[in-house]
């Protein structure tokens, strides 16, 4: 697929993304990142987050990183082992073959285990490198790209993908033509905040069912024709600290 990014960033899309950005920076504030990680790290703790929440993949990743220190030593792990040490995300023998099979890949054509080669690398050309990989789809490739490469980049989960059609921002049936649509306007140097500050949106105001539109930051520029404008007794007041927590600003 050609891809190509609209060298300025005048277009209605683009302005509505630094609209959108600025009312949830106002809101949520910026979110802090961390500057250091590693990009195979990035990887591996996004693969264990697939079908789970954040607190659970990241103790899977803890234990794996306690275990192997050394990724090498995944290679020659039988299948069994690791999917002990990953059970708590859910998926074990899933996730286990993925992280196994990904490892000797990289290392039979790279010679060592590191992705920081990437970095020389075009964005759309990297993501495609990535997701040549079994059990590595478009998001993952993009949390590598975006936390551990630092690129401009949006992943689109189901969160992100869910607020940027309901506001309408894009108008798609997929999670990978959400991405694609996002990156071809997104404005230099926001893709953390953007990224980050929707899955909070989405977490705590745009939730699948019952949105709490009545309360959300974007309701007075949101598009979604169904917007749940009141408010119940049972509705308020949820407080759950989780939400907050994000498995990749900490890896
Ligand atoms: S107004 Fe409602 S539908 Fe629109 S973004 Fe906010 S919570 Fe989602």
Same mark, same amino acid.
């Given at each position: 697929m050609? =891809?190509e990014k609209r060298? %300025?960033?005048?277009d209605? /899309?683009?302005i509505?993304i &630094?609209?959108?950005?600025? $009312?949830?920076?106002d809101?949520?504030g910026?979110?802090?990142?961390?500057l250091?990680?590693?990009?195979?790290? $990035?990887? *591996?703790a996004?693969?264990l987050?697939?079908n789970?929440?954040d607190l659970?993949?990241?103790?899977a990743?803890? %234990?794996l990183?306690?275990?192997?220190s050394?990724?090498e030593k995944?290679?020659?792990t #039988?299948?069994?082992?690791?999917?002990?040490? *990953?059970k708590?995300?859910? !998926?074990?023998k899933?996730?286990a073959k993925a $992280?196994?099979?990904?490892l000797k +890949? &990289?290392k039979?054509?790279?010679?060592? !285990?590191?992705?920081?080669? &990437?970095e020389?690398?075009?964005t759309?050309?990297?993501?495609?490198? !990535?997701s040549?990989?079994?059990?590595v789809g478009l998001?993952?490739?993009?949390c =590598?790209?975006?936390?551990g490469?630092?690129k401009?980049?949006? #992943?689109v989960?189901t969160?992100v993908?869910r607020?940027l059609?309901?506001v309408? @921002? @894009?108008n798609?049936?997929?999670?990978?033509?959400?991405?694609y649509e996002?990156?071809?306007?997104?404005p230099?140097?926001i893709a953390?905040?953007f990224h980050? +500050?929707?899955?909070?949106?989405?977490? /705590?105001?745009c939730l699948?069912?019952?949105?709490?539109?009545?309360?959300?930051?974007?309701k007075?520029?949101c598009?979604y024709?169904?917007?749940?404008l009141?408010? /119940?007794r049972?509705?308020?007041s949820k407080? +759950? +600290?989780?939400k907050?927590?994000l498995?990749?600003d900490? @890896?």
């Open positions: 050609a =891809v060298n %300025n960033y005048t209605s /899309t683009a509505l &630094l609209k959108i950005n600025q $009312i949830l920076l809101y949520f910026k979110p802090k990142r961390k250091n990680s590693d990009p195979l790290d $990035i990887l *591996i996004t693969i987050s697939q789970t929440n659970n993949s990241h103790k990743f803890l %234990n990183k306690n275990k192997f050394d990724y995944i290679i020659s #039988p299948l069994s082992k690791i999917e002990k040490e *990953i708590i995300a859910g !998926l074990g899933q996730k $992280i196994k099979s990904f +890949n &990289l039979s054509e790279k010679g060592k !285990l590191d992705l920081k080669f &990437l020389r690398l075009g759309i050309e990297a993501l495609k490198y !990535l040549n990989f079994n059990g998001k993952t490739a993009a =590598v790209l975006l936390f490469l630092k401009n980049v949006c #992943p989960d969160h993908h607020v059609n309901r309408g @921002v @894009v798609t049936n997929s999670r990978d033509k959400t991405f996002i990156y071809k306007s997104l230099d140097g953390h905040e980050t +500050n929707l899955i909070k949106l989405g977490r /705590t105001f699948s069912k019952n949105p709490r539109c009545f309360e959300c930051p974007l007075k520029m598009k024709e169904h917007k749940n009141e408010s /119940t049972a509705m308020k407080n +759950n +600290n989780n907050d927590f498995l990749l900490v @890896v």
